[in-house]
């Protein structure tokens, strides 16, 4: 089965090509996509700037001037079986193709096949998700744009979680919040189930069995808590803003900032959504980026604000981790993935060792090796640690590849 994957952002879109012959492909490390395009729409003014490879090793580099989405689309698919880039003869060779779709509400707690009624509801949801649900919406319509009736299926970050119990899903707020759908919903949840999967295909554990924490700490940070094969807390909310220190987001921060900036500060709700989202975190307290490679370098240099972002990120992993471990009554298992989670091992050291006490214990020269989907706990510790790849698009296509199979 030939599915494609679309993973559309704001600023760039990834796409991948995968063929799944059989369920043989679950059971070992997650293969390598056919074909793979990545768009950024926001290098420089007017132009997407289009990188294709192929699992040949071919790599072609474009700039397209920038039209509407479905444009740009049509002339990456097309790459798919144009002569440089062949990786299929024909775009009726693709089955399906899945999408990540970022908000999927209370209605949805798993994938679905992308009908009418779907479109719709994930439009509705743009009020909760105005960056993402009408960004994924459109990639779904370019996709029917492109190759017609093609069964499309819509992966939710949301659905991971939406079994949080009550007690972490309700905001202490009115009641009527939770009724008119302000709770917790979380989100990198497509990760979050791939990499705990993956950690208990890796321990030759029933992943139902297992109480896992899951670090997802990339330029978006969140956690979650694992039994009995679900989410059970989660640092991220009602928005992406809540819980961990981001790249460029504050995480949770005391509510009464918010209003004493729109009351004294003569704030709009736009300059609070613009501070709070983009001015925030690493890049706010630093001052100087966003990235935690340079967050590093700048504190081993002695620069003082670079130190105490690095210091305040760390405090607030490790406080939210003790948080989620309050939800398992055992951990089994310690994830880190995603760009900081999977290459830097002193912030895994660091969040690490607030729980030695615990008797979890890193390996250091396997933490320092840099490896991917292995165990770096050492051997004596009492929770295993792992670094994992994540590979969200992957997650995607073994979700299209079950429901098509489920209807055939
Ligand atoms: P992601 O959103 O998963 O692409 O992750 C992006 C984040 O990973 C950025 O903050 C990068 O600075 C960080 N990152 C990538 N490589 C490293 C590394 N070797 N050490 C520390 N942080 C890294």
Request: proline share 4%; net charge negative.
């Amino acid at each position: 089965m030939k599915i494609l994957v679309l993973n559309a952002g704001s600023s760039s879109q990834k796409s991948c090509l995968y063929d799944i012959t059989d369920s043989a492909h679950f059971g070992s490390s997650p293969p390598q996509p056919l074909w793979e395009s990545l768009v950024d729409w926001n290098r420089r003014q007017g132009i997407a700037e289009v990188k294709i490879t192929t699992a040949r090793g071919t790599v072609l580099e474009r700039e397209l001037s920038t039209q509407t989405r479905s444009a740009v689309m049509a002339q990456v698919l097309d790459t798919l079986w144009q002569e440089k880039t062949r990786v299929i003869d024909d775009l009726s060779e693709i089955d399906v193709v899945g999408h990540r779709v970022v908000h999927g509400g209370q209605q949805y707690c798993k994938s679905v096949i992308v009908t009418a009624e779907v479109k719709k509801a994930i439009a509705d949801l743009a009020s909760f998700a105005p960056l993402h649900n009408p960004i994924n919406l459109e990639g779904i319509e370019a996709i029917e744009q492109a190759l017609g009736d093609i069964p499309q299926v819509a992966v939710f970050d949301t659905a991971f979680h939406s079994q949080l119990p009550l007690a972490a899903a309700v905001y202490p707020g009115p009641y009527a919040w939770f009724e008119q759908g302000i709770r917790r919903y979380g989100f990198h949840g497509i990760s979050h189930q791939y990499c705990a999967r993956r950690a208990a295909q890796l321990m030759g554990r029933p992943f139902e069995d297992l109480r896992l924490i899951v670090c997802h700490l990339g330029n978006g940070c969140s956690l979650s808590a694992i039994r009995d094969g679900h989410s059970v807390d989660t640092t991220m909310g009602f928005t992406p803003l809540e819980g961990l220190m981001m790249g460029t987001r504050s995480g949770s921060i005391d509510p009464g900032i918010s209003i004493y900036l729109l009351r004294q500060e003569g704030y709009t709700a736009d300059r609070l959504e613009r501070v709070l989202n983009q001015e925030s975190g690493l890049k706010g307290i630093s001052g100087l980026s966003a990235d935690m490679r340079q967050i590093a370098t700048g504190a081993a240099a002695g620069n003082t604000r670079a130190q105490l972002a690095l210091d305040v990120f760390i405090h607030r992993l490790r406080s939210a981790m003790g948080a989620m471990l309050a939800s398992l009554d055992r951990l089994d298992a310690l994830v880190f993935t995603a760009g900081i989670g999977e290459n830097s091992p002193s912030i895994r050291a660091a969040a690490c060792e607030a729980f030695q006490c615990l008797g979890l214990q890193l390996d250091p020269i396997e933490n320092e090796r840099h490896p991917v989907d292995v165990d770096i706990a050492a051997p004596e510790s009492a929770v295993r640690i792992f670094t994992i790849h994540t590979q969200e698009d992957w997650a995607i296509a073994q979700d299209c590849w079950h429901l098509i199979n489920s209807q055939i």
